[in-house]
């Protein structure tokens, strides 16, 4: 319980990965705020079930209205936030190809939610967690990152950003004793891309998991930990960095 007593919004958690996150949040004592497009709701109430206070959002993280509406509902039910994990992305849905074959409304969309989307998110919730005197933000970026791994130029390069805005928050809001940091999972076998096997698993599971010092499938639990980790006081003086969580794979 070494969350208890303190707040965190999870983007995404609806469902898969973000779901996961919020889960094990919550298992360390933390009230939970689920914001997502679909499933909000649902997933708030199954997280109920832990017997922390939860709340469903329907939040479009490209939305400013959408994102400031999360904050300040959060602060209303809430009184605080602590803790905001930005997990909202496009990854599995996007085909895999050549980048000359990358449409640039598919690009400007991507570009929308995994990067503006990480932004907007941030903006909205420091000035809370300077109000409080403190605060953790962590930002989900992908180990793609480090093995400049082709055929996903737009998600590649949006997830750069991510690493790259998070060392870059992380010196504005270092003072006010917030933290920013980034986990890079590698790929996960979350419900998203077993729904896209085709896309994402059926010609790189193998490779990938030979790619690991750690040769096997890589699941949302294997990332909670690290998350569980940056959010609490054990990471009071961690700020900047991406933590690699994949295996194995990416050395950086």
């Known amino acids: 319980m070494k969350l208890k007593g303190r707040t965190a919004i999870v983007t995404?958690?609806?469902?898969?990965?973000?779901?996961?996150?919020?889960?094990?949040?919550?298992?360390?004592?933390?009230?939970?705020?689920?914001a997502d497009l679909r499933n909000?709701?649902?997933?708030?109430?199954?997280?109920?079930?832990?017997g922390r206070r939860t709340l469903g959002l329907q939040v479009d993280v490209t939305s400013e209205a959408d994102v400031a509406r999360m904050s300040e509902e959060t602060v209303k039910v809430f009184g605080?936030?602590?803790?905001?994990?930005?997990?909202?992305?496009f990854f599995s849905t996007l085909p895999v190809g050549p980048f000359e074959n990358i449409p640039a409304q598919d690009w400007r969309r991507v570009m929308e939610v995994n990067t503006l989307g990480v932004f907007l998110c941030c903006r909205a919730v420091v000035p809370q967690m300077r109000k409080q005197g403190g605060g953790r933000i962590i930002n989900i970026a992908s180990g793609t990152v480090f093995k400049g791994t082709p055929f996903m130029l737009h998600y590649v390069s949006s997830k750069g950003a991510?690493?790259?805005?998070?060392?870059?928050?992380?010196?504005?809001?270092?003072?006010?004793?917030?933290?920013?940091?980034?986990?890079?999972?590698?790929?996960?076998?979350?419900?998203?891309?077993?729904?896209?096997?085709?896309?994402?698993l059926d010609s790189t599971r193998e490779p990938i998991k030979k790619s690991r010092c750690i040769q096997r499938d890589e699941l949302p639990e294997d990332l909670v930990g690290a998350a569980s980790f940056l959010a609490s006081d054990d990471a009071a003086f961690i700020t900047g960095q991406a933590i690699?969580?994949?295996g194995g794979s990416a050395m950086h």
Request: charged share 20%; hydrophobic share 50%.
């Open 12 to 34: 995404g958690a609806g469902s898969g990965i973000g779901h996961a996150f919020a889960a094990r949040l919550a298992q360390d004592g933390a009230d939970i705020v689920v």
């Open 162 to 200: 991510v690493v790259a805005l998070t060392r870059a928050l992380a010196r504005e809001v270092g003072k006010d004793k917030i933290t920013v940091n980034t986990l890079a999972p590698g790929l996960t076998l979350s419900e998203g891309v077993l729904a896209h096997h085709e896309q994402h």
């Open 80 to 89: 605080r936030i602590d803790i905001l994990i930005n997990n909202a992305a």
């Open 244 to 246: 690699v969580v994949d």
């Open 40 to 50: 909000a709701a649902e997933a708030a109430a199954e997280l109920a079930k832990t």
